[in-house]
């Protein structure tokens, strides 16, 4: 479909892949998002996911006939964008791939060796098309190091790459004008949190980099094109790679027969109890990471508990804590508490990991030996007052 005079959205939907990288929950899908500049000169702006190439093709023709394109520019080389390289060099033969020297170096790691006729871009390097000039500024660990985007002057256009992305089918429609994007936002929170949460430096670098252009159309490669919501979705990301949080807490826990989950239940409790109204919390055996990560990541105060398991702690417990100690979350409040049976290590272990989290610690660290006793539970409602004091007197 024609999203703006000549430049046509061919990218297609994935409403039937479970986890997106084979790790993260998509319950209500994912899009691939590819772009066709038709000028003087024809460019295609990242191409989809291989199981859908078919689709893919049937798109571009309906957009340009038999006419041949000239060039396939590769703002980032993850095979949900890079996958159909291999077959659209068959189709269109004569094409010519447009990246920087990272790229190129993916695209024979991946599909084979590239063409003498290829085009290696560096730093704000331009491309005409005719009546367009591509600028191409280079956003490495964005997420990957090839990273790059390619900016149209002359209407305000980013291609973003993965960039102001997100989770989530489209519906129909591809500008955010022609929609409800109401349930796109919380997907853009999950899907940073799950796949740029470590990168939050290179994502302020690349924001203060594009900071002086007009803006005035994102096309990522994912979710809507923004048009009207071009602020929203950039100061979204602002907010996000900066730390910057709500004051809130999320309370996260593993339990094998119930005596973690009540003094879990006493932390959240006893944060109600003092006046902290937005509390979540999270069974850890039961929620999905990308949601957990997503609420971490929008409130400012966490707990986290399990029991000791093996000599160490419960294993869906450091699973998440090994998410976190891999993003860039220290901005935080943390409480945390843990049970043994006979030897204690769950809050030893939780302690290490804030070593590379680097939270700030409030209250005391809560253990019990064996069951959740009355005095167990009130030291955790203890702790909850705690975190809910200091998130609701930060920024006083």
């Known amino acids: 479909m024609q999203i703006k005079e000549n430049i046509h959205y061919v990218g297609v939907n994935d409403r039937v892949k479970h986890r997106f990288e084979g790790l993260w929950f998509l319950p209500i899908g994912v899009s ?26 049937d798109n571009i023709r309906a957009a340009i006939g038999d006419r041949p394109i000239d060039y396939l520019i590769i703002n980032h080389m993850e095979p949900d964008h890079s996958g159909s390289i291999s077959l659209i060099r068959k189709y269109y033969p004569n094409i010519r791939l447009v990246g920087n020297k990272k790229t190129f170096e993916m695209v024979q790691g991946f599909y084979g060796e590239p063409t003498e006729d290829d085009v290696v871009v560096t730093d704000g390097a331009t491309l005409s098309l005719g009546q367009r000039t591509l600028t191409f500024y280079l956003a490495p660990m964005l997420h990957w190091p090839e990273t790059m985007v390619t900016y149209v002057a002359e209407e305000g256009i980013l ?32 899907y940073f949190a799950s796949i740029l949460g470590k990168f939050c430096a290179p994502v302020q670098t690349a924001l203060r980099k594009l900071g002086a252009l007009d803006i005035r159309m994102i096309c990522a490669t994912h979710g809507p094109v923004w048009t009207e919501e071009v602020p929203k979705a950039i100061e ?21 027969y119930g005596n973690t989950q009540r003094v879990a239940e006493a932390v959240a409790a006893g944060a109600a109890e003092v006046g902290l109204k937005k509390i979540v919390v999270h069974n850890l055996s039961v929620s999905q990471p990308s949601f957990v990560l997503a609420d971490v990541f929008r409130y400012s105060g966490l707990a986290i508990g399990g029991p000791t398991y093996n000599g160490g702690i419960f294993p869906v417990v450091e699973d998440l804590l090994k998410r976190l100690a891999g993003r860039e979350v220290k901005a935080h409040k943390l409480g945390y508490f843990g049970g043994f049976t006979w030897a204690s290590a769950a809050v030893k272990t939780i302690a290490a990991y804030n070593e590379q989290m680097k939270m700030t610690l409030v209250g005391d660290p809560v253990e019990w030996k064996q ?13 909850g007052k705690a975190l809910a004091e200091a998130i609701m007197a930060d920024g006083e």
């Open 159 to 190: 291609f973003s790459g993965d960039a102001f992305g997100c989770f989530g089918a489209l519906n129909g429609a591809v500008l955010d004008t022609q929609m409800d994007t109401t349930p796109y936002w919380p997907e853009m929170e999950r």
């Open 371 to 383: 069951g959740a006793s009355h005095d167990a539970i009130a030291r955790g409602r203890a702790l």
């Open 236 to 256: 979204t990301y602002r907010r996000l790679s900066s730390g910057q949080t709500e004051k809130g807490l999320v309370v996260c826990y593993g339990s094998m």
């Open 32 to 57: 691939y998002n590819a772009y066709l500049l038709v000028d003087e000169k024809v460019a295609l702006v990242d191409t989809v996911d291989v199981a859908f190439f078919a689709e893919f093709l």
